[in-house]
């Protein structure tokens, strides 16, 4: 994104600012259908990586359906204006009556347990249901984030299929979906295809198999040249694989995805202001405006972000540890280059679509940051900062 322009939005709305470019957004959405040769594809945005209801709409006007993980995320999103059935439901260890929210509001359901198969199966006679399989393969860029090896807490066993067939024969339980997640940030594109494998023969025993939905865990560049998912040569290789099942089965299933960092990590960056530069005998620290409360990533995951000095791209180069206000060690970046850093200037961390604003906090009582969304080069407020208000809403004071 044009840099004046993101420099005029951190003058007007003021740093710490999240700024979402809606371009990047469509550039992928469009990259991802097209990556696909199959009749029926459904990409279900899957909104806890971003769930700004502008984002949200901007997804359905591209044409995307969406998947949530809780009931409030599928309250977000019928807020935003996506149809119920447009909407999948894939919870991780939630209790019956989130389920039975969830059915009351009309969504498809993604079953984890057999024993919410069984409560489900039971208690709704003519419920159609979608079972998430765990192939038991590993993916996923590191431990936090790799939800399909054998130890996971996701989804069913692939080893406990017979289980489920049993419990659908018993209920007659209409099941038309069968899932699978492997993690997120995958890193070895061929995993897909294994779990493919996995899973399309699991799906030849599914009488009533309608979509075949196959999650997500694409992974994006994080610094120039770093590894991404080819989706183009996976999506060329997985129709392959896909439309030779479909052959086979004499019936052309829907495929199904559920990109989140793929779509809208990119489009992110979190804007904020250098507030002190303070050099000491090993190194300099360039401190700013904000912390593990607005970006966790590169705490919790050791993630990388790239940073550029957006009020001075011309300034020598130099070596930086990036840090944050709050009063607890919150490193975004060690020894870092970047184009000289002095107090005001606006540091732009980059890959903030993703995983960033949702999971900000108002750690040391600080509000978390205004979004803005960028569409033809007009910056849309999609979120005010926060304000005292905020942090006091809900509390109950007693004066003691
Ligand atoms: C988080 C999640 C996704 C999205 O993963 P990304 O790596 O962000 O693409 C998709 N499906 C399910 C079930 C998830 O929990």
């Known amino acids: 994104m044009n840099q004046d322009l993101l420099l005029e939005l951190v003058e007007k709305h003021e740093a710490p600012l999240y700024v979402y470019d809606a371009d990047v957004i469509e550039g992928k959405y469009n990259a991802f259908k097209n990556a696909f040769d199959v009749e029926n594809l459904e990409i279900h945005y899957a909104c806890k990586a971003l769930t700004n209801l502008s984002v949200l709409s901007l997804m359905k006007s591209l044409g995307s359906k969406l998947d949530c993980v809780s009931v409030q995320e599928l309250q977000l999103g019928i807020k935003a204006g996506f149809a ?4 999948m439901f894939t919870p991780n260890g939630v209790g019956e009556e989130e389920y039975d929210q969830a059915i009351s509001l009309g969504v498809k359901i993604n079953v984890d347990n057999v024993q919410m198969l069984e409560y489900l ?30 130890d996971s807490k996701f989804g069913v066993s ?3 299929l017979p289980l ?17 997640h492997t993690g997120s940030d995958i890193h070895d594109g061929d995993i897909f295809i294994r779990a493919a494998h996995l899973i399309l023969t699991a799906g030849e025993s599914f009488k009533d198999l309608e979509y075949i939905d196959f999650g997500s865990g694409f992974k994006v560049a994080y610094k120039p040249n770093d590894f991404h998912t080819d989706i183009n040569k996976f999506g060329q290789k997985f129709s392959e694989v896909f439309n030779a099942f479909c052959k086979k089965m004499g019936k052309n299933f829907t495929l199904k995805f559920e990109p989140g960092k793929y779509l809208v990590s990119e489009s992110g960056s979190l804007l904020t202001k250098v507030n002190v530069v303070k050099q000491t005998t090993s190194c300099t620290f360039a401190h700013v405006d904000s912390g593990f409360n607005h970006l966790i990533r590169p ?21 930086y540890n990036v840090v944050g206000y709050i009063c607890e060690s919150d490193t975004f970046a060690t020894d870092r280059i970047i184009t ?36 033809g080069g ?3 407020l999609i979120r005010e900062r926060e304000t005292i208000e905020d942090l006091v809403k809900g509390q109950k004071l007693i004066k003691f």
């Open 378 to 380: 007009e910056g849309y």
């Open 158 to 160: 692939i080893h406990q």
């Open 340 to 375: 000289e850093v002095r107090k005001g200037d606006i540091l732009r961390f980059r890959n903030a679509g993703a995983y960033c604003f949702t999971m900000a906090s108002n750690y040391n009582s600080r509000y978390r940051p205004a979004e803005v969304l960028v569409k």
């Open 164 to 180: 489920v067939h049993r419990i659908a024969n018993k209920y007659n339980i209409k099941i038309n979906g069968i899932h699978v």
């Open 299 to 319: 705490m919790f995951y050791d993630s990388y972000h790239h940073i550029d000095n957006l009020s001075n791209p011309e300034g020598d180069e130099k070596l």
């Open 121 to 150: 199966g039971s208690t709704y006679p003519d419920l159609e249901l979608c079972v998430r399989i765990n192939p038991h393969l590993m993916g996923g860029g590191n431990s936090k984030i790799s939800v399909g090896h054998i």
């Open 84 to 87: 119920p059935e447009d909407i």
